[in-house]
């Protein structure tokens, strides 16, 4: 006769009908059900429906398993899980025939269903390098399985989403005789796409580490060689393609989001504005200027500088335009010539996602004069401007950091610093400015106190 073991966790909507539906099964003389310490009535509901229920200590599929295979009385086993109602009618006749033939060791079930992206993403393409001899499985993820527990009970059982290829895996090396039978339609839930990242980090983890730790014989250098440059591949061919289906908006800060400039609020505050306008006057080279500038807020405290921040005024509806652009898909960021502490406060104020400026250093709480410029503002081969120092190199970062194509890319500014990058952007903008060049560069010129018109260009 037949043991059904169902590991379970929070089920207490559908427990009670897969129970009933395998006790109904004229092989089945036991149904176990092992509570991954549900915090709902999963527990009460299975053993009120008929099931044997015990408790697994320890969180985790693997885990359950193994405690549900301890505990049955029989050495046909099939494992299903507890959240699918309903099963197609002969699902455990169809698994647990194999076996009672005495036909297979093992069997593993498939069905047709709604999705399987993991399956064929990462699953099949690594099992084809692997382990050949697996490839021909159509769900090599299937938590649909029958075997004999004398077999199960040689398996160390991984305890999270590699625990059903785990179990695959180590049955072919067993030299187990394994059968796969199609047990029909099952309407089984999509993981979220949040998950997916995880579940396939560990199923591939699985794969490899049977491979490579337990079994190094029936893997070689080479076999590694072509996953490392598949890998490398597919990420580079995704980025690309991705790409097209993410956007960006880019803000200046100075005279954009906030009514004014922060260095000029400090030359106010702090009594240097006389000296600031010579520097301007006198040093055209951006990099020595930014630099020199820095000098003048030595000794001043990160409090001091985040106060004359906090006075001054953001555009009033900025934050409701990100928000607006957040909705149709877009990532925020702010790039400007200002200094990180001040424009990752202003990011914070307005939602924005990330924020790239020069560098203030700071002792004991106390700025140093020193200013250090990051490397994403240099050019590099890749840069599509002349410049060595300019924002557009700090566009192109942010494109690749976040896998975003230059042309869906809207950059805002409004002074002479910010013309190669809005010039360079897929929709460049000027904001409230003076410098008819930028005008000129620019695909939209907004003149009122307002994001609004921005709408238009998403």
Same mark, same amino acid.
């Given at each position: 006769?037949?043991?059904?073991?169902?590991?379970?966790?929070?089920?207490?909507? =559908?427990?009670? +009908?897969?129970?009933?539906?395998?006790?109904?099964?004229? %092989?089945?003389?036991?149904?176990?059900?092992?509570? !991954?310490? $549900?915090?709902?009535?999963?527990?009460?509901?299975?053993?009120?429906?008929?099931?044997?229920?015990? $408790?697994? #200590?320890?969180? &985790? #599929?693997?885990?359950?398993?193994?405690?549900?295979?301890?505990?049955?009385?029989?050495?046909?086993?099939?494992? %299903?899980?507890?959240?699918? !109602?309903?099963?197609?009618? +002969?699902?455990?006749? !169809?698994?647990?025939?194999?076996?009672?033939?005495?036909?297979?060791?093992?069997?593993?079930?498939?069905?047709?269903?709604?999705?399987?992206?993991?399956?064929?993403?990462?699953?099949?393409?690594?099992? =084809?390098?692997?382990? @050949?001899?697996?490839?021909?499985?159509?769900?090599? %993820?299937? &938590?649909?399985?029958?075997? #004999? #527990?004398?077999?199960?009970?040689?398996?160390?059982?991984?305890?999270?989403?590699?625990?059903?290829? *785990?179990?695959?895996?180590?049955?072919?090396?067993?030299?187990?005789?394994?059968?796969?039978?199609?047990? *029909?339609?099952?309407?089984?839930?999509?993981? @979220?796409?949040?998950?997916? &990242?995880?579940?396939?980090?560990?199923?591939?983890?699985?794969?490899? $580490?049977?491979?490579?730790?337990?079994?190094?014989? =029936?893997?070689?250098?080479?076999?590694?060689?072509?996953?490392? =440059?598949?890998?490398r591949e597919m990420n580079k061919v995704l980025r690309e393609n991705l790409s097209m289906f993410h956007k960006l908006l880019v803000l200046d800060m100075d005279d954009t989001i906030l009514k004014g400039r922060f260095i000029d609020e400090c030359a106010k505050t702090f009594g240097f504005y006389a000296k600031l306008e010579d520097l301007r006057a006198a040093e055209k080279d951006p990099i020595i200027l930014t630099k020199r500038i820095g000098l003048l807020l030595k000794g001043r405290t990160i409090d001091e500088l985040l106060h004359v921040v906090s006075e001054m005024t953001i555009i009033g509806d900025v934050k409701e335009v990100i928000e607006a652009f957040r909705e149709k898909g877009y990532r925020i960021g702010i790039i400007s010539n200002s200094y990180t502490l001040i424009t990752n406060y202003i990011k914070q104020q307005i939602g924005a996602d990330f924020s790239l400026a020069n560098q203030l250093e700071f002792f004991n709480g106390k700025a140093t004069g020193e200013v250090n410029l990051p490397y994403y503002f240099f050019g590099s081969p890749e840069s599509i401007c002349g410049h060595s120092y300019c924002k557009t190199n700090a566009l192109q970062y942010a494109c690749e950091q976040y896998s975003v194509k230059l042309k869906n890319c809207i950059a805002m500014g409004d002074s002479r610093d910010d013309r190669c990058m809005v010039g360079h952007a897929g929709k460049g903008v000027s904001f409230r400015t003076q410098d008819e060049i930028l005008e000129t560069v620019a695909l939209k010129n907004i003149t009122e106190e307002s994001f609004q018109p921005l709408l238009s260009l998403a």
């Open positions: 006769m037949v043991t059904v073991i169902i590991p379970v966790l929070n089920e207490a909507q =559908t427990i009670a +009908n897969v129970v009933r539906f395998c006790l109904k099964a004229p %092989l089945v003389s036991e149904v176990i059900v092992v509570d !991954d310490q $549900s915090e709902d009535e999963t527990a009460v509901i299975a053993a009120e429906a008929g099931a044997i229920v015990i $408790s697994s #200590k320890v969180r &985790g #599929k693997g885990i359950s398993m193994k405690d549900g295979i301890r505990h049955a009385s029989n050495e046909w086993l099939v494992f %299903l899980d507890g959240d699918i !109602d309903p099963y197609p009618e +002969n699902t455990i006749t !169809d698994l647990a025939l194999p076996l009672v033939k005495d036909e297979a060791d093992f069997v593993k079930g498939c069905f047709a269903r709604n999705a399987g992206r993991v399956t064929e993403l990462v699953a099949k393409p690594l099992l =084809t390098i692997l382990y @050949p001899g697996l490839a021909s499985f159509s769900q090599p %993820l299937s &938590g649909m399985i029958a075997g #004999k #527990k004398s077999f199960f009970a040689k398996i160390e059982f991984f305890n999270d989403y590699g625990v059903d290829i *785990g179990i695959l895996i180590d049955m072919y090396l067993m030299k187990a005789r394994i059968a796969e039978v199609n047990i *029909g339609y099952i309407e089984n839930k999509s993981k @979220p796409w949040e998950s997916l &990242g995880k579940m396939s980090k560990e199923v591939s983890s699985a794969i490899i $580490s049977k491979a490579q730790n337990l079994y190094p014989e =029936t893997v070689n250098e080479e076999q590694f060689n072509s996953l490392e =440059t598949i890998n």
